[in-house]
């Protein structure tokens, strides 16, 4: 059974990228540049290494699996202050666990909230296309059918909440929602959040908004699923939100984020983990804290990205669709074959990228609605965007 969860999943969309480009060498006066991977290479701010040495005293101590009290303040007072919470309507004390990345959460949660059966069938897992692909292993891993739902320009990027169908609605036990969506920095709105909500409620399926991209925004924050709550009257029925230092702190390599919402989804979850999850490091959580209780490396952050976006935009004119991200600091362009513009990018341009193939599911008719794109990550500094983006261009014409 295991096995074939596991040659159901495929390959993920790095390996098929080092398997379209093996045996292949960029052009020998091209420095290679990697713009495949959202990881991010701002400098992290000078407080996470200082905090980790004023708490290098903890190395020896096993962190709880519950983490720290003063890192589930931190979180929840991050998540007031940031969405407008009302005083009280998140428990740090049942509603905040820290989470050694987001991708462990997204990841588990999928074996705490899927059922074996959901009204005598096999449960489904919504997720939108193009995906993240975790959501996918997720999926297919509790045992569960997923669902690829097209987040397409027509759609406005997200998925069609009034598309689903209604025997989809029945058996769903878990819907992923990314929001500044993962590759096209589309942002759901408050409505869009509340009408998600309601449906969750209304078919009991839980709702995991995957907001790691929530402080990389153009010029609106994004809104988010527990403000949509709080808007609804302040439950978090059916609603548990994750987080992320990687993005918002630029700290990929402190492998901390939190999940937040549901406490009944929250107990099941701690008991699952303490089985057999990770937990993060003391030293690592307490800076994870400090850096919770900071704002300002995070404006600077948003603001070098901007910055990048502002130079996307010069550079690449009209071409490929391009058009400004709301949210995020992925370029979505259209180059009518993904796979082809990908390989020809590396071997005559030493860029690297991701086909929009890569990260997309074939419909039924086996087109796939990421073809014709590339996903491109402006994680390098403003200089070295703007050479990797002039090289795209001369490259793809």
Not at 135 to 161: H, Q, R
Request: proline share 8%.
């Amino acid at each position: 059974m295991l096995n074939e969860r596991l040659e159901a999943l495929g390959d993920n969309p790095f390996y098929r990228l080092a398997t379209l480009l093996a045996g292949t060498q960029p052009l020998a006066n091209e420095t290679p540049l990697l713009m495949s991977a959202g990881e991010p290479q701002h400098p992290p701010p000078a407080l996470l290494a200082e905090t980790v040495a004023a708490n290098a005293h903890l190395w020896g101590k096993y962190p709880g699996n519950e983490g720290s009290p003063e890192f589930r303040r931190a979180a929840t007072n991050w998540l007031n202050r940031r969405y407008g919470l009302p005083e009280g309507m998140i428990d740090p004390e049942r509603q905040v666990l820290p989470l050694v990345g987001t991708k462990e959460g997204l990841y588990l949660l999928a074996q705490v909230a899927v059922p074996q059966e959901k009204k005598g069938k096999r449960p489904t897992v919504l997720l939108p296309n193009p995906y993240y692909h975790v959501y996918n292993a997720a999926a297919v891993m509790s045992g569960a059918e997923a669902v690829f739902l097209p987040a397409t320009k027509e759609t406005g990027f997200l998925p069609d909440l009034d598309a689903i169908p209604e025997e989809t609605l029945e058996r769903c036990a878990l819907f992923y929602l990314c929001s500044p969506a993962n590759p096209q920095g589309a942002l759901a709105d408050l409505d869009y959040l509340k009408r998600l909500i309601a449906l969750a409620r209304r078919y009991d399926f839980v709702l995991l908004a995957d907001e790691c991209y929530a402080e990389i925004y153009d010029t609106v924050p994004p809104p988010g699923a527990l403000e949509a709550a709080a808007a609804m009257g302040g439950s978090t029925d059916h609603v548990l939100v994750m987080h992320s230092l990687s993005k918002r702190s630029s700290a990929p390599g402190i492998r901390c984020g939190f999940v937040a919402g549901c406490p009944d989804l929250l107990r099941m979850f701690t008991r699952l983990r303490s089985y057999g999850g990770s937990t993060v490091p003391m030293p690592l959580l307490a800076a994870a804290t400090a850096l919770w209780d900071e704002e300002t490396h995070v404006a600077e952050n948003r603001a070098l990205y901007r910055q990048k976006i502002d130079i996307a935009e010069r550079v690449i004119g009209d071409r490929f669709a391009f058009y400004r991200p709301p949210g995020g600091f992925f370029l979505w362009l259209d180059v009518g074959d993904g796979e082809k513009a990908t390989h020809r990018l590396w071997t005559q341009a030493g860029i690297k990228v991701v086909p929009g193939g890569y990260i997309a599911r074939p419909n039924a008719d086996g087109s796939n609605i990421g073809q014709p794109y590339i996903r491109v990550a402006l994680v390098h500094d403003a200089d070295k965007v703007e050479a990797g983006l002039g090289r795209l261009v001369r490259a793809l014409g």
